[in-house]
């Protein structure tokens, strides 16, 4: 079970974008993921006329390190680290280390 999912809002721990709060969008690989807004570089891409797509420089996201990222932790208001408990009948939870909360 990952600490991190997709739709999980974090806050940048780490970077030029350190303290900013986003959702995850997708996570690549096992180690990396995209978060909406956050990491934004420039790509020049050339227009493809049989696909319909217009060239030009386009922002877009651009994979972070999960390392460099934290759960963000809405009765705290703070970044915050993940558990994971596996209960009685056997299945695995997340929760708020700091807290000891459910992660929904």
């Known amino acids: 079970m990952r600490k991190l999912r997709k739709d999980d809002e974090v806050v940048v721990i780490a970077g030029r974008d350190k303290g ?3 959702g995850i969008l997708r996570m ?3 180690d990396k993921v995209i978060v909406a807004g956050i990491n934004m570089v420039k790509r020049h891409t050339r227009a ?3 696909q319909g797509k217009p060239g030009g420089i386009i922002e877009k996201e651009a ?3 999960i390392s460099n990222v934290a ?6 208001e703070t970044a915050d680290r993940v558990g994971i408990r596996i209960e009685e009948d056997g ?5 708020f280390k700091s807290s000891g909360e459910i992660i929904e």
């Open 91 to 95: 299945s695995k939870t997340r929760f």
């Open 71 to 76: 759960i963000f932790n809405p009765d705290t």
């Open 28 to 30: 690549v690989g096992s």
């Open 63 to 65: 994979p972070l390190h």
């Open 20 to 22: 900013a709060r986003g």
């Open 48 to 50: 493809n006329p049989n």
